[in-house]
């Protein structure tokens, strides 16, 4: 009997070594990526972040319970104008929000279903880049590929360009087989728009991935998950811990369904129900009362505090903050006053070139592109010059960006050089020289106007 309890015993300690070795391997291997994808050691490299911030966010708000046009308004002047508004003064950010084409009317404003004034002013907002994700085409419970073309015949007739999609609780024309479980890549149902969608311009999605970690696109450790602890709820942090934890080890081993979590990377190549490739992209709440119990105006304080912008700086990382601006029926404005307050800390982490905020589809546009950059540099008659050829994009084919889409795109150049950056063939002019930053590097910007990022 001894005998028998023995060799259990030994089996399975061979097959602990074996899986903690096989995971350490793997985590060494992603590590070495991420250092690989942002070395910095060459004599001219790039950046990764615009300069000068360390770090870069954005808030992803979904529309559910956004109840009039007025609420959704008065929310966007606040984030993106220095106006005066019912909060006080605005914070002029880059901050998008999202919209439905069919919700309830009970439950949210919608473009079909909200009145002539909600329509124009999407379309306004859309223009103007403040509305940058379809949160699905919105609950319709008769709904079919037609109200999918009926959609975007209208983005089209207007002139109007939406990349981000993001899936919305129980629709039946969401994507994806998991959590947010949908239609509308499936082949062959009255649902499927998946084909339509992406070709009209759709390529970056969120398929329902919530992290409760700190900074997204950085190398994996144990203080990534060990920072989750809050002294205020430890019994409760300490289960998010373990279940992030958890998650992220089986991903490692092979689990699809986490596979998202393997390398706690912004973003995965993901192959939809009908075939296609999408960016698909993680968000991120780590309210103590577990993932996505904190996405809702009150708990978006918790969700950006002090704690966790000190940390996204310390890792140099990306992240999508996950809430619902209008789930705010326990605050007295239509923004909580602590989520002001975070806000406003938030507006100065900008402003002091921390962390560089802009919308999610701004953010996820720069990611792609500075991932897929194809770029090289020469000394042209003592002359740096760095040129630019293209964005291999491995989804949606390789293309020449525009000088616009390499906005905020900044090459570490040696000190005294005079760089030159070249598209093709074509000199770009606006371009920045900065001063050394705080790895003593000095750096050059592409920027839309001569001194400015945004
Ligand atoms: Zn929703």
């Given amino acids: 009997m001894r005998k028998i309890y023995l060799i259990f015993f030994s089996i399975c300690l061979i097959a602990i070594v074996f899986l903690l070795t096989n995971y350490v391997y793997k985590i060494k291997k992603i590590n070495r990526n991420y250092d690989e994808r942002y070395n910095t050691e060459s004599l001219v490299a790039l950046r990764k972040f615009p300069f000068p911030y360390r770090a870069a966010l954005t808030i992803c708000s979904d529309i559910d319970n956004t109840e009039t046009l007025e609420e959704y308004i008065e929310i966007q002047k606040f984030l993106n104008t220095r106006n005066f508004t019912n909060m006080g003064k605005g914070l002029g950010l880059d901050i998008g929000n999202s ?27 859309i223009k103007a880049g403040y509305i940058d994700t379809m949160h699905s085409y919105g609950k319709k419970s008769d709904f079919t590929r037609k109200d999918a073309i009926v959609s975007l015949q209208e983005l089209k007739h207007h002139n109007c360009k939406i990349n981000v999609w993001v899936d919305h609780t129980k629709s039946s024309d969401n994507f994806g087989d998991d959590g947010t479980f949908g239609f509308g890549d499936h082949l062959g149902s009255k649902e499927y728009h998946a084909d339509l969608t992406i070709a009209y311009g759709v390529k970056y999605a969120w398929l329902g991935k919530v992290t409760m970690i700190t900074g997204q696109s950085v190398p994996i450790n144990l203080k990534n998950f060990t920072e989750i602890y809050d002294s205020d709820h430890p019994i409760d942090s300490v289960i998010n811990i373990g279940k992030e934890f958890a998650k992220h080890f089986v991903s490692i081993l092979g689990s699809k369904k986490y596979a998202m979590r393997k390398d706690n990377d912004l973003v995965k190549i993901t192959k939809l129900d009908d075939g296609q490739l999408i960016y698909e992209f993680i968000r991120f709440d780590n309210y103590w009362e577990g993932v996505g119990e904190g996405a809702n105006s009150k708990g978006l304080a918790y969700a950006i505090s002090n704690k966790t912008l000190n940390r996204l700086k310390e890792v140099r990382g990306y992240m999508i903050v996950y809430t619902h601006f209008g789930i705010n029926s326990n605050c007295a404005k239509n923004i909580c006053e602590e989520t002001q307050d975070a806000l406003r800390n938030l507006a100065k982490e900008f402003e002091k070139g921390n962390i560089y905020i802009t919308t999610t589809s701004k953010l996820l546009r720069y990611y792609i592109i500075h991932k897929y ?3 090289s540099y020469e000394d042209k008659g003592g002359r740096l010059r760095i040129n630019i050829h293209k964005v291999k994009d491995p989804v949606f084919g390789s293309f020449v960006p525009s000088v616009q889409d390499l906005e905020g795109i900044t090459f570490f150049v040696p000190h005294e050089s005079k760089p030159i950056i070249y598209l093709g ?16 590097k000095q750096s050059v910007t592409i920027s839309k106007k001569e001194g400015t990022v945004r």
């Fill in 425 to 440: 063939n074509k000199r770009i002019k606006h371009i920045r020289k900065n001063n050394a930053d705080n790895t003593e």
């Fill in 99 to 125: 919209f439905f084409f069919y919700e309830p009317p009970a439950d949210a404003i919608s473009y079909f279903q909200g009145g002539l004034d909600v329509a124009d002013n999407f379309i306004r907002l």
């Fill in 373 to 375: 950059l194809d770029w």
